[in-house]
């Protein structure tokens, strides 16, 4: 059973910045990719970024201003986000699905319970 749990999340004015953590239990990182996805009110979730031992994806919409990372020896994900805007607002989640990245959501395996971010001025 894969345990994630969320971290990073607040309050934050327009132009600034955050980092979220997903810190994953033990080993996960040696065999999943783990994607950030975000769900905005009244929205779809959507895939945002997600990581594996090769590959890095970013949605458009925060290709230049959010940057993936991983710590294997901490077993966390993290999400830089530069430059947020209001529409950046959502539950931000991190999932973990077996060996690839995947954009679904319903692709994903394991879920963690998300982070709020808000960007408002």
């Known amino acids: 059973q894969v345990q994630l749990v969320e971290s990073g999340g607040g309050l934050v004015q327009p132009g600034g910045s955050l980092t979220l953590s997903c810190a994953a239990s033990r080993n996960t990182l040696d065999y999943y990719a783990i994607g950030w996805f975000r769900q905005a009110p009244g929205k779809e979730r959507e895939g945002v970024s997600c990581?594996?031992?090769?590959?890095?994806y970013y949605v458009d919409s925060v290709k230049g201003r959010f940057t993936i990372s991983r710590d294997n020896a901490k077993s966390t994900v993290y999400l830089q986000m530069n430059s947020l805007k209001p529409e950046d607002t959502a539950v931000y989640y991190c999932?973990?699905?077996?060996?690839?990245?995947?954009?679904?959501?319903?692709?994903?395996?394991?879920w963690g319970k998300g982070t709020l971010v808000t960007v408002s001025s």
């Open positions: 990581i594996s031992s090769r590959f890095a």
């Open positions: 999932a973990a699905k077996y060996y690839a990245c995947s954009t679904s959501p319903d692709n994903m395996d394991y």
